[in-house]
């Protein structure tokens, strides 16, 4: 069985640029979350979405979107970067909420 | 608002010794409080969770002690081994697990041989 895929693993952008991130949840699930991970703030709730609304939002600002499409895989965007937007994004997901499991990230640099 | 404390932020062990992790939460409404393990490169993986209706739960040489009315848990890891060397993450979420997950801040454990 499959695990949470998230590509691209690493990312090199400029400040000011856009960036879109995605993820292939476990065949089957249906709720997906994002999360932002950085030394100094720690693991961050970003999004979810369960059948393509999102359920619930996390404390970031609106440059911070995302979505979810009908056959449950997500994209996050990240519009005008900054360079505190470095970090490891990390998308999980489960059947229904609850016991996620989450893919190995996406390393954003924003430089 | 940091609704999770960890400690300690680093733990180094002897092999075959019993680490603890300590986290606190401060939410009530909080019912499901799971553990990850992450390895450098990795996402967290989920070792194990409890709810609290009971105060202790095992699974292998994981366990949760869980007191509710002190509001806090922990995690033991059993004859820990070199392998066991990575980061532990507590959390916690509301309606079962079926809420964002709100993490601790981390513990960064080494077992040496």
């Known amino acids: 069985k499959a695990g949470v895929t998230q590509t691209p693993r690493y990312l090199i952008k400029t400040r000011g640029q856009q960036v879109t991130l995605s993820c292939s949840p476990i065949?089957?699930?249906?709720?997906v979350s994002w999360y932002q991970q950085t030394p100094g703030q720690g693991l961050q709730f970003l999004f979810e979405y369960f059948s393509e609304t999102q359920r619930n939002k996390g404390n970031f600002p609106g440059r911070f979107s995302g979505r979810q499409f009908s056959n449950s895989r997500s994209e996050m965007n990240v519009s005008t970067l900054e360079l505190g937007d470095s970090a490891l994004y990390l998308c999980?997901?489960?059947?229904f909420g609850g016991g996620y499991t989450f893919g190995s990230g996406t390393r954003l640099t924003v430089v | 608002q940091q609704q999770v404390k960890q400690s300690p932020q680093s733990l180094i062990v002897q092999k075959g010794g019993i680490p603890i992790i300590n986290c606190a939460y401060e939410n009530t409404a909080f019912d499901y409080f799971p553990w990850y393990q992450q390895f450098p490169g990795k996402g967290p993986a989920l070792l194990i969770a409890i709810r609290p209706d009971v105060s202790e739960k095992k699974e292998g040489r994981f366990t949760i002690s869980f007191n509710k009315s002190a509001k806090q848990f922990s995690l033991h890891i059993m004859d820990s081994q070199p392998g066991d060397s990575a980061t532990y993450f507590c959390?916690?979420?509301?309606?079962?697990?079926?809420?964002?997950?709100?993490f601790g801040t981390g513990t960064r454990l080494t077992i040496i041989p």
């Open positions: 999980a997901s489960s059947l």
């Open positions: 065949s089957g699930h249906r709720s």
């Open positions: 959390a916690a979420s509301r309606a079962f697990g079926n809420e964002k997950l709100t």
